[in-house]
């Protein structure tokens, strides 16, 4: 299987490092895996939303190709945060701003071919689920994002669970920052087998956290 893993720019390096590097070690256990960075406009150098931080992409996104294809969320300021509390040199803009950004770009159109492609699940670390809703690709599905998105996913019209890894099918959403660790290692575990999975886990010497949530099962009681 292909994983493309989606850089933009003012990407989180760790959203995309994290699942990359699980999938880059599963190479050293089969050869059922490759995994490659991507941007949407085509190889180039990538800034990330860290300064003096940026990755290489050495394909363009192609949906057509791709099996499973990784959105991370963007570095920045909050929302909420106070303007005088750090300066444009050091943060170039919120984190809802860089992600607007993407919207001018081509990703969304390659994003939402990747949707509606049969066979292609599409999986986001932290505000890459928040970029999918912005787009209009994720309405009334099952998904999760960092904490301090949970207002904005939900008012998009998002089915907001609160779990670390929600798989909805062929959409595949993780929590804040380092839960991308846990999204790559379920993907893997689901994708290739609990072997492979295991193998990478105890080479990265970590341990998955919480339950992956499925739509299966009875309903819980309130307590």
């Not at 001018?104 to 999986?123: D, E, I, Q, S």
Request: proline share 7%; charged share 20%.
């Amino acid at each position: 299987m292909l994983a493309q893993f989606v850089l933009f720019d003012g990407f989180d390096p760790l959203d995309i490092v994290a699942p990359f590097e699980v999938f880059s070690a599963a190479g050293l256990f089969t050869e059922q895996v490759s995994a490659e960075l991507v941007a949407a406009d085509g190889p180039r150098e990538v800034p990330s939303g860290i300064p003096h931080v940026s990755l290489p992409a050495t394909a363009g996104l192609d949906p057509d190709r791709a099996d499973l294809i990784v959105v991370p969320g963007a570095s920045g300021r909050s929302g909420a945060q106070d303007q005088d509390e750090v300066t444009d040199e050091d943060w170039p803009a919120t984190v809802p701003a860089v992600l607007g950004r993407t919207l001018t770009t081509g990703l969304p159109a390659l994003l939402g071919k990747a949707m509606a492609a049969p066979g292609t699940t599409v999986a986001t670390v932290c505000g890459g689920s928040l970029l999918l809703s912005m787009a209009r690709l994720i309405q009334g599905r099952n998904a999760i994002t960092h904490h301090q998105g949970l207002d904005a996913l939900g008012a998009s019209g998002v089915n907001v669970i609160r779990a670390r890894v929600v798989d909805d099918g062929d959409l595949v959403t993780s929590g804040g920052v380092t839960s991308g660790l846990d999204l790559g290692l379920y993907l893997l575990e689901r994708e290739v087998g609990p072997k492979i999975a295991l193998a990478v886990e105890e080479l990265l010497e970590h341990e998955r956290r919480g339950v992956v949530w499925r739509d299966l099962g009875p309903v819980p009681l309130s307590a």
